[in-house]
């Protein structure tokens, strides 16, 4: 039995059509909702460290449906990865999508070039962007959003050694301040 039992089309036949019972249904069980919220998938930790990132675009990616797959069980990695504009078109470089392990002898290469999807407008900027000298373009994380899988790209510069000590030191001090913070509320408690 249904979770909508008590709202069964029988009761209501003949005085709502079928597109209405669906909205009604819909509201009452929250079926066929797409959420709004992201689900993150991974996140190039490595480009948060090693890059100032000034700007961020979001993209979806074209991929086949085992890589899809394996994104959606979290099996990718972004350490070494980058985007390149190449013809006028955005592609990821280097990311590692691993096979599906329920995968026929058609499963997809781990290492293949991957076509972003992005508007115009988007990929001028990109390009102009990544022109400008020490600039790069870095996959920051990978997300699900509406149950599409979608790439966010940074606009970096890299950082020099004493940027991340001192992006070290900061997160340590926070660190030890929330620490004092959360041993003084529970001592007064």
Known sequence: MSSTSAL???????????????SVRHQVTGVGEMADEEKVVVTNRAALHDYHILDRYEAGIALTGTEVKSVRNGQIQLKDSYVAIRDGEAWLFNA???????????NHDPLRARKLLLHRHEID???????????????????????RIKLEIGVARGKKLYDKRETEMRRTLEREARAQLKHRTIKSQ
Do not use: C
Not at 9 to 18: A, K, N, P, S
Not at 96 to 106: D, E, F, K, Q, T
Not at 125 to 140: H, I, Q, W
């Open 96 to 106: 590692h999508i691993s096979p599906y392990a329920h995968g026929n002898r058609l």
């Open 125 to 147: 900027r990109l390009a102009k962007a990544a022109s400008v000298r020490g600039m790069t373009l870095v996959p920051t994380r990978v997300y699900l959003k509406r149950g």
């Open 8 to 22: 069964d089309w029988r009761v209501f036949e003949g005085t709502l059509d079928q597109s209405v019972w669906r």
